[in-house]
């Protein structure tokens, strides 16, 4: 999104009351595009290190047993798609 369309979009929520709601979901917009943008994030790894096939959803159950894990880089992963998903 360009900065016109941010700055137009920010002041038709001032006017219709829903300011908080927009900059919200404009703040995350942003925080999940930065966090998987780094050299770090590599797409489908998580599936990878849980032996989860490409394509279908990981359990929640394995997720968060993989966030327990002793691996940091699983960890960190794990951790993020819970996160992201909002579990």
């Known amino acids: 999104m ?14 219709d009351g829903t300011f908080e709601d927009v900059l ?5 917009d942003q ?3 930065k966090a ?6 590599r797409e489908g790894q998580l599936h990878r290190d849980l032996h989860v096939a490409q394509g279908q959803k990981i ?3 394995k997720m968060r047993a993989a966030a327990k894990r ?7 992963r794990a951790q993020f798609a819970l996160n992201a998903t909002g579990h």
Do not use: M, N, Y
């Open 70 to 76: 002793g691996d940091p880089e699983v960890r960190r």
């Open 24 to 28: 919200a979901e404009l703040c995350e």
């Open 36 to 41: 998987t943008d780094k050299p770090s994030f």
């Open 59 to 61: 359990p929640v159950a």
């Open 2 to 15: 360009h900065q016109p369309d941010i700055a137009e979009r920010l002041i038709d929520a001032a006017r």
């Open 31 to 33: 925080w999940i595009s």
